[in-house]
């Protein structure tokens, strides 16, 4: 240090919303997977806690949804997709594989209870069959390609559309998350396809977004954050056509994102990082310390004559 | 503490400024702890009468000026401020510039600044920065990144000397974030921070420079590596684990 004992900053007292919005801030941060250390963590710093429980009920909801949590149905029926595209109501999101509506208890992450969804918050028949193929296909798609993978499609416009002659829209949401604290890590991989049904061209509009996170901290912190958007489409068809060729398609783009990954992480050692520092000189030696005059010397002569690297 | 430091570890690197602040709010009667264990990116400066940027940290810093070590002089202007001795000042000085030239092989640009100050026990304390900007628009050579920051802290303890010998400390902090953005591969980031120790005793017969630079050298070379082969790969590996690339999924027959 300088030698100088550092003032302590003028003591402000924090108000409650700050503490509030503090709190807030760190539950929302959390990695995939790791907003349980970070609350444990956050209430000790904390050590209020009014304050705490509040900044919880608002941030876990936000967080869970974002993350697109999967929690298991006490109806042993499988897991439901916490997403703004199930969501009913605050605490009730729909499984519409099952029919179900779940409702969760953000805070704790867990689905309490379970109830059949009614026919207003269900699709129509005809909206069903096209959903319902789709969701077979994805499954299907994601048991072969995501060893933990879970997926939903949900209608999210035009659900009580009866018949040929409107637009309708679906999101089909892939997700996967990999938590292993004994080994300081953690990943999810999220992807969310919107599929506009357009009747009048007759055509499939498929937009889709990738967003894949990991995060190693034993003994350091390292986070990847990577995400990438895409555009497709295909022909309106029968509902079995349409749920294949949508699946082929998302299968593509997400194969070939993962290979792209793959190579982006390849060009790291040699491209990519050295932008950052070389491994080594360009002289392939280690820096000369003890003979550094000369080296400085042989520096000016190149500058004068204008050698460059 | 404890909780304050976890915290830290699990915020995204790139913003551990707002967590850090944030916790200094939480939590003020701990801030020396916090803001001696806990690095940000580091900061530049310029000094006019030299003309060349210099790097701030709390090393060279009194109250609110910092001392730059090309000009030895503070910015602002500081009456009754702290200095090196003239002697560490002669070794400063050529540490500065040995450093440039170790930066300039390795960063291909960037900033360095090296600070000295004698410490209680007869001995000296040294502190290596290193500041680069390896993005397109900063002095990135290959044009890959969009963005690319690095930031390197070594703080080296030097020992008095006893029977030709000395005895060496070295803390390295590696920051880093890069970011690439392409057709195929999309918003790729990867951002981090490790932190390492080393000590070694040396015979002081070349100079304490020369001991420091070397050790400054090996550690920065395996923390990179570090960074490289074991952070970032684990975190390839936990793609991987997540989505295994198709050559290694049974692939089902298309159904007719």
């Known amino acids: ?309 | 503490m404890e909780a304050a430091l976890g915290l830290l570890r699990r915020m995204p690197p790139k913003q551990s400024e707002t967590a850090l602040s944030a916790l200094l709010s939480l939590i003020p009667q701990h801030s020396s702890d916090l803001l001696s264990q806990v690095d940000l990116p580091l900061q530049v400066l310029r000094d006019i009468e030299s003309g060349k940027d210099f790097i701030l940290c709390e090393y060279n810093r009194d109250a609110d000026s910092y001392r730059s070590p090309w000009s030895n002089k503070y910015l602002p202007p500081l009456e009754d401020a702290l200095y090196p001795s003239s002697e560490l000042r002669k070794l400063e000085v050529e540490a500065n510039d040995i450093f440039a030239i170790y930066r300039d092989q390795y960063y291909e640009g960037g900033i360095s600044s090296v600070y000295m100050w004698e410490d209680d026990n007869e001995g000296f304390v040294a502190c290596f920065l290193i500041k680069k900007d390896g993005s397109k628009s900063g002095h990135g050579r290959r044009g890959c990144l969009e963005e690319g920051a690095w930031d390197a802290i070594h703080v080296i303890q030097v020992g008095p000397e006893e029977e030709e010998m000395a005895h060496y400390c070295l803390t390295s902090t590696i920051m880093l974030s890069l970011a690439t953005d392409d057709e195929s591969s999309g918003k790729f980031g990867l951002s981090g921070s490790i932190r390492r120790q080393m000590k070694m005793d040396l015979a002081v017969a070349e100079g304490h420079l020369c001991n420091m630079g070397r050790m400054i050298e090996e550690l920065e070379g395996k923390l990179r590596n570090s960074l490289d082969q074991v952070y970032f790969g684990k975190t390839r590996e936990m793609v991987c684990t997540l989505r295994p690339p198709a050559e290694l999924v049974q692939r089902r027959l298309p159904d007719t």
């Open chain 1, 1 to 309: 240090m300088a030698g100088e004992e550092d003032e302590l900053p003028e003591e402000t007292e924090l108000s409650y919303d700050q503490k509030k919005e503090i709190a807030k801030w760190f539950l929302l941060n959390a990695p995939a997977g790791e907003i349980n250390y970070v609350a444990k963590d956050l209430k000790a710093v904390l050590s209020d806690e009014e304050v705490y429980n509040e900044a919880a009920m608002e941030a876990f909801p936000v967080y869970n949804k974002s993350h697109m949590i999967c929690l298991e149905m006490p109806s042993r029926d499988g897991d439901v997709i916490v997403s703004s595209y199930s969501e009913i109501a605050e605490n009730e999101y729909i499984d519409p594989r099952t029919a179900q509506v779940a409702i969760v208890d953000h805070v704790k992450q867990i689905c309490t209870k379970v109830r059949p969804a009614n026919d207003e918050e269900l699709p129509s028949l005809y909206i069903e069959e096209y959903r319902n193929a789709l969701d077979a296909e994805i499954q299907r798609y994601v048991s072969e390609s995501y060893p933990k993978g879970i997926s939903a499609v949900n209608c999210v416009k035009g659900k009580d559309t009866e018949g040929p002659g409107s637009d309708f829209e679906f999101v089909v949401i892939i997700t996967a998350m990999r938590l292993s604290p004994q080994n300081f890590c953690s990943g999810s991989w999220r992807s969310v396809w919107n599929i506009d049904f357009q009747d009048e061209s007759q055509v499939l509009d498929i937009k889709g977004k990738l967003q894949v996170g990991a995060h190693y901290f034993e003994e350091g912190n390292v986070e990847l954050d990577a995400k990438k958007d895409f555009q497709d489409s295909t022909i309106f068809q029968s509902a079995d056509d349409c749920a294949i060729a949508i699946a082929n398609i998302i299968r593509h783009h997400e194969t070939e994102y993962l290979a792209a990954l793959e190579v982006a992480y390849s060009k790291l050692p040699d491209n990519t990082f050295k932008d950052l520092r070389r491994k080594l000189p360009v002289t392939r030696t280690l820096f000369p310390w003890q003979n550094t005059l000369q080296f400085s010397l042989t520096r000016e002569v190149e500058k004068e004559l204008g050698l460059g690297k």
